[in-house]
């Protein structure tokens, strides 16, 4: 029963330093996609994909990178982070697209600090 | 441009009163409409999603209404409790653009 999940949680970098944030899900969800949560900006997509081996990018797609090996996995790249890239991201993924009628599931977030 | 605007940003009622949350948005040719509900620390959960052809959608003490002409939608919350306290966001995904457009949610607290 665990849907969406997001690994770490927390995470300190420093400037110019790079990770990887890793979502998975348990659902066969064909779509999945990254945000980010900034306060006064609400939530804005980062990339997104529509099936395993495929990716696309949103709203806010500099900086990042992701990839889609797996049908139950996303990963979200930051190469050389930046102190604009301190945000909480969330992972969400759905089963159809946003124009059907099937409700997106998120995880509970990463917390990122680049310092 | 397609923006969502939620007003009031924080809203604090006693508990047992009946609530109205108000989501409005700039363009009416859309494909649906999600309210969404984010306790503090966690990601969204899913409420109510309403089609454009809906004008309404229930899940026990929820309500959602959806008028595309003038571009509102409201959750109608029943009987709310201390454990309704919570962020609520509406996310509309407008057919121009084919994009999902997120507003800032409403701050609830309910007070025991």
Same mark, same amino acid.
């Given at each position: 029963?665990?849907?969406?999940?997001?690994?770490?949680?927390?995470?300190?970098?420093?400037?110019?330093?790079?990770?990887?944030?890793?979502?998975?899900?348990?659902?066969?969800?064909?779509?999945?996609?990254?945000?980010?949560?900034?306060? $006064?900006? $609400?939530?804005?997509?980062?990339?997104?994909?529509?099936?395993?081996?495929?990716?696309?990018?949103?709203?806010?797609?500099? $900086?990042?990178?992701?990839?889609?090996?797996?049908?139950?996995?996303?990963?979200?790249?930051?190469?050389?982070?930046?102190?604009?890239?301190?945000?909480?991201?969330?992972?969400?993924?759905?089963?159809?697209?946003?124009?059907?009628?099937?409700?997106?599931?998120?995880?509970?977030?990463?917390?990122?600090?680049?310092? | 441009?397609?923006?969502?605007?939620?007003?009031?940003?924080?809203?604090?009622?006693?508990?047992?009163?009946?609530?109205?949350?108000?989501?409005?948005?700039?363009?009416?040719?859309?494909?649906?409409?999600?309210?969404?509900?984010?306790?503090?620390?966690?990601?969204?959960?899913?409420?109510?999603?309403?089609?454009?052809?809906?004008?309404?959608?229930?899940?026990?003490?929820?309500?959602?209404?959806?008028?595309?002409?003038?571009?509102?939608?409201?959750?109608?919350?029943?009987?709310?409790?201390?454990?309704?306290?919570?962020?609520?966001?509406?996310?509309?995904?407008?057919?121009?653009?084919?994009?999902?457009?997120?507003?800032?949610?409403?701050?609830?607290?309910?007070?025991?």
């Amino acid at each position: 029963n665990a849907g969406v999940t997001q690994t770490p949680k927390f995470r300190v970098l420093k400037t110019g330093q790079s990770m990887t944030l890793l979502c998975a899900q348990d659902m066969n969800h064909e779509y999945m996609y990254w945000y980010r949560q900034d306060p $006064g900006m $609400g939530l804005r997509l980062i990339h997104y994909s529509v099936g395993e081996g495929t990716t696309a990018k949103g709203e806010v797609p500099d $900086g990042y990178n992701v990839s889609r090996l797996k049908k139950q996995n996303f990963l979200l790249g930051l190469e050389s982070a930046a102190p604009s890239q301190t945000s909480v991201y969330f992972c969400a993924s759905s089963y159809g697209s946003l124009g059907g009628n099937q409700p997106q599931h998120f995880g509970d977030g990463t917390r990122l600090s680049i310092l | 441009k397609q923006e969502v605007t939620q007003i009031p940003a924080a809203l604090s009622v006693p508990e047992g009163e009946n609530l109205v949350l108000n989501c409005s948005f700039t363009d009416s040719a859309i494909y649906n409409l999600q309210w969404f509900r984010q306790d503090p620390g966690k990601g969204l959960t899913s409420l109510l999603l309403i089609q454009s052809s809906q004008r309404e959608q229930t899940s026990g003490r929820l309500n959602a209404s959806l008028d595309k002409s003038s571009g509102r939608s409201t959750l109608y919350i029943a009987a709310s409790q201390p454990g309704d306290s919570a962020t609520y966001l509406c996310a509309v995904f407008f057919q121009g653009a084919q994009k999902l457009v997120f507003g800032q949610g409403t701050r609830l607290t309910i007070n025991p």
